[in-house]
């Protein structure tokens, strides 16, 4: 900041600076108006120069990076979360379904271990380990039960579009 007040204050100076020729009161010569010229140019040339300097070190990533390491890490992290946050896979209908069908299995679980609480109060070992045989064989026993439903509506869908198929491929 303080550099372009000072380049700002110079420039405003020899901008408003008579030249020597006009001091006298004699009018100045062609070479005195070409030097003036030519200093001119140098000046606005080593004040556009020195601009530019100053604009490639300000967009220049690689020195923040070296001069703010954690900033830098805290905003790649937080790019990348968004990022991945758009380009996460989304669910199938099928898994969509299998998903609510594991959480209402688990909430019949828990359900039937909360029934089995208060039917065995006197033994605690034989209690905890008789509800969690019983719990596991139920979860068992539904699971199986949904997977292989799920399995022969799959057969079946599979199979109606095979019949589809072959049903077009006959009729031409």
Not at 78 to 92: A, E
């Amino acid at each position: 900041m303080a550099e372009r007040d000072h380049l700002s204050v110079d420039a405003h100076q020899q901008s408003h600076q008579p030249a020597q020729g006009q001091m006298d009161g004699h009018e100045r010569s062609a070479e005195e108006i070409r030097q003036d010229i030519a200093a001119r140019r140098e000046l606005i040339t080593e004040t556009v120069d020195q601009i530019s300097d100053r604009f490639q070190r300000t967009f220049d990533w690689r020195a923040y990076v070296k001069d703010y390491p954690l900033v830098t890490l805290g905003v790649a992290a937080g790019v990348g979360f968004l990022l991945g946050g758009l380009f996460k896979p989304r669910l199938t209908p099928a898994e969509r379904v299998k998903e609510a069908l594991a959480g209402s299995v688990e909430d019949l679980a828990d359900r039937f271990r909360d029934q089995l609480d208060g039917v065995f109060e006197r033994k605690p070992a034989l209690n905890q380990s008789f509800k969690a045989a019983a719990a596991g064989l139920i979860t068992k026993a539904v699971t199986g039960y949904l997977r292989n439903r799920l399995s022969s509506d799959q057969e079946q869908y599979s199979e109606a579009q095979y019949d589809e198929f072959d049903f077009y491929r006959r009729e031409r």
